[in-house]
């Protein structure tokens, strides 16, 4: 009797020794499948994640930390604080006050983002405002840093709010001048990372979704709620417009009107009332591009600077704003060579929600400032923003074609538990359904993070 009950005893002690090596095969698994980005449901992680710490995407000051890390020389224009500083191998050389900055609320927003200095001039002449900028430094499009403006007959313009460029005294503007130079790092930061901590205990079972790669994180914290493939680059489809219509808002004086040719009205689809021989400003071209998703509107709007052109500035825009991997081929999206990731698309709206609010709004069906006159009639336009009747809904864009299935990116506002409010994006990109999608994630979110159930 004694070698049975000593075999069995060998059999135990061999099988308790190869426990840590299962362990340890599993976690060797899961490691090499997180570096492939290879699907890992089959495995419980939920030991991990007591002591996982949350995610963040990166902020404009993270690209700030990186410079000071490396010893750049750059040059720091601060919205929120209203202050330009001047950092010299990553040491803070010199720090002034901004006087007058964009409004916000308006089309006129001061651009965000990370330029260079492109040119300067000592007296530069703004043919947009009629005025002398002393002492200018161009970093983006018709944006710069300058001095105290002045009419050309010496009267000096004051007002609360700047066309978007960064105003500065005189004295200030001449010393910017002197320490920068031409190709040097200019970093815009609108608004910098809150750090509202999202503590809630319960978090209930992820629903089943179809779309192939999807991002839930906070606006303003950058936050990650829940992820799938958000850096896989795929076809966007209509997020495309959204491009379109942030570079044209930035770039092309709104007073100025385009007579629409033939050759501007070949893309895919027709919109009721553009047509060749009529005249339009570019504000009026945006209701139909960002409410029904019009190609013709998105391909004239480009022809305001040049088909080509409006191109370059849509990808150097997107690199800009820390879209590094997104490109853009066509205006409208229709082309399947618009790509993006969920985590770019993030850094787009974002940017869209701090510095163009109007393009949010219009895409809710609003009208907003220098719409007089327009031609197109709201309720007239069939409106694929399959939530405007929500009354969270902030502003959002959908896209389909082919290639990119459907394609999705909603604002919605949420409270807290604490009755504070936060603004939440949801991006799905190659979905079945991103209505359905964005539905049972919603109620996901609401009833893990926020004030109550929904339904």
Known sequence: MK??????????????????????RDFFIYKKLIINNEPIQSFDLSFLEKNKRPSFLNFFEDVKEEFISNKTDFLEANLAEMK????????LEKEFPILTKGDLKTWGGSPVGLYKIMSGGISTFSITSQVYMPY???????????????????????????????????????????????????????KERDDYEYLKEEIYDFPEIFSQSYL?????????????????????????KLMTATVISENVDFEK??????????????????????RFKAVELFYPLLIESSNDAAEVLSYFLGKDNTLGLMNE????????????VDPSGYDSGNVSTAKDLFYLIRYIFNNRLPILKITKGERVASSEGVVFDIKDLWNKNVFIADSTLIGGKTGFIEESKNTAVFIFRFLTLENQERNIVFILLKSANTKTDTQRMYRWLQRSYFLSPVG
């Open 3 to 24: 070698k049975p009950i000593f075999i069995i005893f060998i059999v135990l002690v061999i099988l308790v020794s190869l426990l840590p090596l299962f362990y340890f």
């Open 84 to 91: 330009i500083r001047i950092y010299k191998e990553g040491f």
């Open 136 to 190: 200018a430094l161009r970093y983006y499009g018709k944006y710069y840093f300058h001095g105290e403006p002045y009419y050309p007959w010496g009267e000096e313009l004051i007002s609360q709010f700047s066309g978007g460029c960064l105003r500065l005294k005189n004295e200030d503007a001449k010393e910017i001048y002197e320490l920068t130079e031409i190709d040097m790092p200019v970093l815009v930061i609108d």
């Open 216 to 240: 839930i994180a906070d606006l303003d914290s950058g936050y990650i709620f829940a992820e799938k493939n958000y850096q896989k680059q795929l076809p966007i489809a209509s997020l495309t």
């Open 257 to 278: 009107s385009i007579l629409t040719k033939d050759y501007m009205l070949n893309a895919y689809g027709s919109t009721e009332g553009l047509e060749t021989g009529r």
């Open 317 to 328: 825009k997107s690199k800009a704003i820390l879209m590094s991997q997104t490109e853009f």
